[in-house]
């Protein structure tokens, strides 16, 4: 499974997990794709029912290609850009890019 993780301004939280080579659960919610074939491709928005999904989800080399939510700050530089791209190999729960944020004098925001 390949994960484009991108960054997006939410206040609430998300916990991925894989459960199959084409299967993922998304804050408990799995979502199965064991169905897709090679060169298949899906658009969330008419695929899933989910907001953390994003964009298309395609198989490809026998691997599942998909572009997850991760919530940060309003205020956040990168709002809608990839924070990193991930292979994950083994099921269990997906750990989240690490976010950075810049001292808030750099963001253009007062120091209360």
């Known amino acids: 499974?390949?994960?484009n993780?991108?960054?997006q301004s939410r206040s609430d939280t998300v916990q991925y997990e894989r459960t199959g080579a084409k299967k993922i659960k998304i804050n408990g919610e799995e979502f199965d794709f064991s169905r897709m074939e090679e060169g298949d491709s899906l658009n969330?928005?008419?695929a899933t029912t989910s907001p953390w999904l994003f964009g298309d989800i395609g198989l490809l080399g026998n691997q599942l290609h998909l572009a997850l939510f991760v919530p940060?700050?309003?205020h956040f530089p990168g709002l809608g850009q990839t924070l990193s791209v991930v292979d994950i190999v083994e099921d269990g729960i997906i750990t989240l890019p690490v976010i950075e944020y810049p001292p808030a004098t750099q963001r253009g925001l007062p120091i209360v």
């Open 1 to 3: 499974m390949k994960i």
């Open 5 to 7: 993780f991108v960054a």
């Open 44 to 46: 969330t928005v008419f």
């Open 72 to 74: 940060v700050q309003a």
